[in-house]
């Protein structure tokens, strides 16, 4: 088992950067795939990037591929996303998720944090 919180949402205006970050903690870090994930008001949740367990591979949705980076510091049993020139449709509420090692970008993952909200001001 995983427990993840997700701090670093706010609102900005759009052409900002945010970084978000989700801590984990319990099972050994370095085990699970990580994701983000978000929630538009009145939206379905959507997925938004993907990394393996050691960071050498990582997928994103097309919407925001050259605007955010993911990136995990296994030391610090932390994933962290990297938003960039931040856009108006980009409000939601963002989630960080785990997966085993090697589940891939296309599963459905098991454990999720609880949310942090990002408002984007047009």
């Known amino acids: 088992q995983v427990q993840l919180v997700e701090s670093g949402g706010g609102l900005v205006q759009a052409g900002d950067s945010l970084r978000l970050s989700c801590a984990a903690s319990g099972r050994a870090f370095s085990t699970y795939d990580m994701y983000w994930f978000r929630q538009a008001p009145g939206k379905e949740r959507e997925f938004v990037v993907h990394i393996n367990w050691s960071g050498a591979s990582t997928n994103y949705a097309d919407s925001v591929k050259g605007r955010f980076t993911i990136s995990r510091g296994n030391a610090k049993n932390t994933v962290y996303l990297q938003m960039n020139n931040l856009k108006f449709e980009d409000t939601a509420v963002y989630y960080c998720?785990?997966?085993?090692?090697?589940?891939?970008?296309?599963?459905?993952?098991?454990?999720w944090g609880q949310g942090t909200q990002v408002t984007v001001s047009s």
């Open positions: 998720a785990a997966n085993i090692a090697g589940a891939g970008w296309t599963s459905i993952p098991p454990y």
